[in-house]
């Protein structure tokens, strides 16, 4: 018998009610699920229910490579915060740094990836509808409602994110291949290239296929609304690339409509956010349309973290994946003048808690030694000892437990020595 339709609406909905009392025994000894899942002959189905709904969320945990930016990890930090760990919204929204609104966006897309995961996992297309509905038409698969396109595109791009920080490309041969291939294009539309480069070209941090696959599509995305020259140059700023591309136009051949150009880019978009980067599309006119590619530079800012629990060593990595900073962590206190000496970081983070070594110690000796004395040090404790940190020579101080966002932005101000502020708590 096939997974009627009245299974493919409810089971979002019967989900959420799950989820929203996952600790309630009692609401949850009255789940439909229950028997959806084949439940019902335990003597502990609430329970076992229970356990079965966080093993599903643990199942979609992103393994560490995968970048932060990602809708994976986006659904299961989502998950996990609001129902697992029993997070608000706004406490959740904090720990992602998003706001509710864009929370609320993407909590029913969470909801239905966690459905499809389960869907096929108990292979809900030949069990019977547990409700009283009439017969719906029997789902295969591929049709399955809970396979929205993000969830596609993500399964098509798993071989790009556990690629993260292997490929670089070499972004001048990348640009000239794109536009030999983007020039019969232009052709037919009667337009040509306007180009304008640095001298020197650097590599990305950004695997060759996907970054050839955003140009292109940047391209044929603009050749349709220009009736001159598309604009294309390219602009370095320290560890980043931001390429743009304009369609210089006057009106005559048509109006970008800026929802046209969004739902053709979108994939464009993705495929920047998983390598890194961003894409940001300009809000004016049409003759003024412009696409900013930005992606990381290969050469990225090294980061020395120090801190000998595993894992916060791997908060930290994930935190620091896909961004312009390189992540070198060390557990042993003992080796951070040695690896300072190997890797010229440009930043070193420093627990203080630390059995081997105190903390407190190892940052006055970084202070005193002449390979590290110049180095910016942002204490990461747990400790409520700012001050004191500043007083000893941070340059900044971070409390446990900190938020990707926060921590970003605190390297983001030591890396910006021109804007600078006093040493303080960022």
């Given at each position: 018998?096939?997974?009627k339709?009245?299974?493919?609406k409810?089971?979002?909905?019967?989900l959420?009610?799950?989820?929203?009392h996952?600790?309630?025994?009692?609401?949850?000894?009255?789940?439909p699920?229950i028997?959806?899942?084949?439940?019902m002959?335990?003597?502990?189905?609430?329970?076992s229910?229970?356990?079965?709904?966080?093993d599903?969320?643990?199942?979609?945990?992103?393994?560490?490579?995968?970048?932060?930016l990602?809708?994976?990890?986006?659904?299961?930090?989502?998950?996990?915060?609001r129902?697992?760990?029993?997070f608000?919204?706004?406490?959740?929204?904090?720990?992602?740094?998003?706001?509710?609104?864009?929370?609320?966006?993407?909590?029913q897309t969470?909801?239905?990836s966690?459905?499809?995961?389960?869907w096929k996992?108990?292979?809900?297309a030949?069990?019977?509808?547990?409700s009283e509905?009439?017969?719906?038409?029997?789902?295969?698969?591929?049709?399955s409602?809970?396979?929205n396109?993000?969830?596609?595109v993500?399964?098509?791009?798993a071989?790009?994110q556990?690629n993260?920080g292997r490929?670089t490309t070499?972004l001048?041969?990348?640009?000239?291949?794109?536009?030999a291939l983007?020039?019969?294009?232009?052709?037919?539309?009667?337009?040509?290239?306007a180009i304008?480069?640095?001298d020197?070209l650097?590599?990305?941090?950004?695997?060759?296929v996907a970054?050839?696959?955003?140009?292109?599509?940047?391209?044929t995305?603009?050749?349709?609304?220009a009736d001159?020259?598309?604009?294309?140059?390219?602009h370095l700023?320290d560890?980043?690339?931001?390429?743009?591309?304009?369609?210089?136009?006057?009106?005559?051949?048509?109006?970008v409509?800026?929802?046209?150009?969004i739902?053709?880019l979108?994939?464009?978009?993705?495929?920047a956010?998983?390598?890194?980067?961003?894409l940001v599309?300009s809000d004016?006119?049409a003759?003024?349309?412009?696409?900013?590619l930005?992606?990381?530079?290969a050469?990225?800012?090294p980061?020395l973290?120090?801190?000998d629990?595993?894992?916060?060593?791997?908060l930290?990595q994930?935190?620091?994946?896909?961004?312009?900073?390189?992540f070198?962590?060390?557990?042993d206190?003992y080796?951070?003048?040695a690896?300072?000496?190997?890797f010229?970081?440009q930043?070193?983070?420093?627990?203080v808690?630390?059995p081997?070594?105190?903390?407190?110690e190892?940052?006055g000796?970084l202070r005193q030694?002449?390979?590290t004395?110049?180095i910016p040090i942002?204490?990461?404790?747990?400790?409520p000892?700012?001050?004191?940190?500043?007083?000893?020579?941070?340059?900044a101080?971070?409390?446990?437990?900190?938020?990707?966002?926060?921590?970003l932005?605190?390297?983001?101000?030591?890396?910006?020595?021109a804007e600078?502020?006093?040493?303080g708590?960022?």
């Amino acid at each position: 018998m096939g997974m009627k339709s009245e299974n493919n609406k409810l089971l979002p909905k019967h989900l959420r009610e799950a989820l929203n009392h996952l600790y309630d025994l009692g609401r949850l000894r009255h789940s439909p699920l229950i028997p959806l899942f084949g439940l019902m002959d335990r003597f502990d189905a609430p329970a076992s229910l229970q356990r079965l709904l966080i093993d599903a969320i643990e199942a979609l945990k992103p393994s560490i490579q995968t970048p932060n930016l990602s809708s994976q990890r986006q659904i299961y930090d989502l998950l996990l915060y609001r129902y697992v760990q029993q997070f608000s919204q706004q406490e959740v929204a904090n720990q992602l740094g998003i706001s509710v609104r864009h929370l609320r966006r993407i909590q029913q897309t969470a909801l239905e990836s966690l459905a499809y995961h389960l869907w096929k996992k108990f292979d809900l297309a030949n069990q019977p509808d547990v409700s009283e509905t009439v017969e719906g038409d029997e789902l295969t698969p591929s049709e399955s409602p809970f396979a929205n396109s993000d969830t596609i595109v993500d399964d098509e791009l798993a071989w790009l994110q556990s690629n993260e920080g292997r490929t670089t490309t070499d972004l001048s041969p990348t640009l000239s291949a794109v536009l030999a291939l983007a020039k019969p294009m232009a052709a037919q539309y009667r337009v040509t290239f306007a180009i304008a480069l640095p001298d020197d070209l650097p590599h990305l941090a950004a695997h060759p296929v996907a970054v050839r696959q955003m140009l292109l599509n940047l391209l044929t995305a603009a050749i349709p609304y220009a009736d001159g020259p598309v604009s294309i140059s390219v602009h370095l700023h320290d560890w980043e690339v931001e390429l743009r591309v304009s369609p210089m136009s006057s009106g005559a051949s048509g109006t970008v409509h800026p929802e046209e150009i969004i739902a053709r880019l979108k994939l464009t978009r993705r495929l920047a956010t998983i390598s890194g980067g961003q894409l940001v599309l300009s809000d004016s006119e049409a003759s003024e349309y412009e696409a900013r590619l930005i992606l990381p530079a290969a050469e990225q800012i090294p980061v020395l973290v120090v801190d000998d629990n595993t894992d916060a060593l791997q908060l930290l990595q994930r935190f620091l994946a896909s961004t312009r900073y390189h992540f070198i962590g060390v557990q042993d206190p003992y080796q951070t003048i040695a690896l300072a000496e190997q890797f010229a970081p440009q930043i070193i983070v420093l627990d203080v808690m630390m059995p081997q070594l105190d903390g407190w110690e190892l940052l006055g000796r970084l202070r005193q030694h002449p390979r590290t004395s110049h180095i910016p040090i942002v204490v990461h404790t747990i400790l409520p000892q700012e001050e004191l940190a500043l007083s000893l020579g941070a340059s900044a101080f971070i409390q446990k437990p900190v938020t990707r966002q926060a921590f970003l932005a605190a390297l983001d101000q030591l890396t910006r020595p021109a804007e600078q502020s006093e040493p303080g708590r960022l």
